[in-house]
Nanobody, 124 residues
Framework: VQLQASGGGSVQPGGSLKLSCSMS????????VGWFRRAPGKEREGVSS????????YYEDSVKGRFTISKDNEKDTVYLQMSSVKPEDTAVYYC??????????????????WGQGTQVTVSS
């Protein structure tokens, strides 16, 4: 499977941004899609995940209530709607796919397939 993340950019605190992860290849073979981010000087961390079969979702605590992961089956695309963004959300955001993960699917090492990153900068 190939993944391509897009939609990053610069946004003011409190604003919104919608990231897209377009998938191609044997999409149905991959059960989990995750969004991850790497902020400057920090390790990559899980932001949100979605299990494609039942749309079960998980969120990192700091983004709960602000970010929403969703999918469009017809377009083989998974989205990350970011709202009420904060400067600490500034990072390179990546999407990834896996066939096997833990219950939450929030650990980067569980994902063998990655898209390129898209930069999100939150600044006034």
């Amino acid at each position: 499977v190939q993944l391509q993340a897009s939609g990053g950019g610069s946004v003011q605190p409190g604003g919104s941004l919608k990231l897209s992860c377009s998938m191609s290849g044997y999409v149905l073979d991959y059960i989990v899609v995750g969004w991850f981010r790497r902020a400057p000087g920090k390790e990559r961390e899980g932001v949100s995940s979605m299990f494609l079969a039942d749309s079960r979702t998980y969120y990192e605590d700091s983004v709960k209530g602000r970010f929403t992961i969703s999918k469009d089956n017809e377009k083989d695309t998974v989205y990350l709607q970011m709202s009420s963004v904060k400067p600490e959300d500034t990072a390179v955001y990546y999407c990834a796919a896996s066939q096997h993960t833990s219950m939450s699917g929030m650990y980067p090492h569980e994902y063998p397939f990655w898209g390129q990153g898209t930069q999100v900068t939150v600044s006034s």
